[in-house]
């Protein structure tokens, strides 16, 4: 199997949509141009001569190079698909041991050269993405590093290597009765290294725990030395180190093992759907959920938009009409918003939280409908991103923002940053769809999360633009209205002109001072996360 250089995944496996889903799309944002293409090949003849010194684990060839280029975010696929990516790593190394590590990081510290861990190159914000020109630029591709080195099975730790995908890592767990619980979209793709440098969530994350929760140690090769972090139960032994390498996205060094909290495997799992009138209503039954403690396992509420654009896109037409039809007999009109749940554990349990959310949400005016629907959605939870694909050949382009905010402003952040988004395609008389879901639950609030879909330009240009014309303004938005700049995704480049202003000045400077202690030559994937001043120009190193 191949994975896509320009895209999400295999080469084949596919999502096609049925003929009333692009109808749909059709209706909503018009017909698209067509868009040439930039083929692998021309892509690969741009890519220059590498500036590496020769290293026996470093790779010059170019097709490594270009592959390594770029991640998922919307700018990226815009270079990739045109064929204007403006910068490639040097060289790209795959690290077999600790010591392959430390020593790629003792020569890159050597000769002045700019390091970048990469786990599944799955970050959708410029994370992995080579832009630095003063000096040669060396990816550290962590695949080789996927072994699972110890299981305790009386603590319920398992320590894996970092470079480890998800897939791979739950498909070892399972063969021996357990489970990390941590399913982001991306988890065909994603690693263990990359979930703890992004501090990413999965979509039980209110079951399992984010990443936060799970990651009980590691081992984190620095440029001035090992860092080794003890998987304690837990400690007052000072702040907690362990939080300032989840989140630290390649800055401060390389994590190449992580000890893990796992779980047995539930007995039983489910996933369930309800319908609302309407977005508030859902609010206020999800809300009752979390802060009386329900021991679901996810909860997911869309907003009308999303609910109807999934039914549309869903290519069962008849179903999604009859059922409708049925709604509307209970006054359920456009307005209706869906919330899916998942139950997880034993059993025995099973049934009696299923009913339990099921006459909480009747008694805010929800609907439960049939099982189908919480089926589909555990069949396809990870062939969804494959969407972005067929929408892409279609001539539409696809972007998310995500927040967390506590829930006093869920509501009005939620419907601002969508009027945001809105009003940046009105303005130039330009149609979008636009719409959001709440997925991850705390007590004191919930993520928010957002879609764009509009229509590509055959400029590529003209295409960036448009994403630029609401990023900025939502991300602005976001910071002013009591939000943070991610609940998940991270900071990468995309965000790093909006960290100090959510961290101040003070928290801003702790986290450039730990850089510079831990990364004094300032070679660790600068411009990710902390934009500073201290990087002087580089020498420049050269084969030729
Ligand atoms: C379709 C799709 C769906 C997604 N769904 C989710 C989701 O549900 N939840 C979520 O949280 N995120 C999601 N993401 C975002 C992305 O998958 C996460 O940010 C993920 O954690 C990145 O992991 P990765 O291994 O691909 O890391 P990469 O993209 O390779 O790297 C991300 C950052 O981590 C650093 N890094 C990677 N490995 C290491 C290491 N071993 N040591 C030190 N630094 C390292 C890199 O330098 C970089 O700064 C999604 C992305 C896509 C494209």
Redesign the pocket.
Known sequence: MTRRWNG??EQDTLYPLPESAIQYLQTHLGTSETIPEASFEEVLRSVPDSNLPSHPLISIEKEARLRHAR??SLPDWIEMHSGRISQFPDGVSYPHSDQDVHSLIDFAQNNSVHL??????????G??NTTQEQAPTLTMD?SN?DRLIDLDDSSALATFE??I?GLVMETQLRARGYTLGH?????E???????????????QSYYYG??EDLFAGGV?ETPIGTLQLPAFPASAAGPDLRQV?LG?????????RATMRVRPLPEAEGFYAVFFHEWEEGIRAIREIVQSDIPVSMLRLNDAQETETTLALSGKGHLVAWGTRAMGLFGFGSERCMLLFGVTGLSRNSGRIRDLVYGLCRAHGGLPVVELIGDTWRKSRFL??YL?NTLWEKGYALD?LETAVSWKYVTSLAAEIKATVQSSFEQRNEPVLVFGHLSHFYRDGASIYITVIFPRSSDPEITLLRWKAFKGPVSQLILTHQGTIS????V?RDHAPYLKAEKGQIGYEILSTISKTLDPEGIM?PG??LIDERYRPLKMVSTR
């Open positions: 999400w995944g991640g998922q970048i861990p990469y786990g599944g190159g799955t970050s959708v914000l994370h992995i962590l590093l970092s470079g995908r399913f982001p979209q991306s988890f793709f994603s690693t263990l290294g990359g979930w703890i440098a992004t501090r990413s969530s999965g979509q984010s990443i984190i390498i630290s996205e390649g800055r401060f060094g390389v994590i190449t969804t991103p972005r998310t609940h998940q995704h991270g990468g994937n990710v996360m």
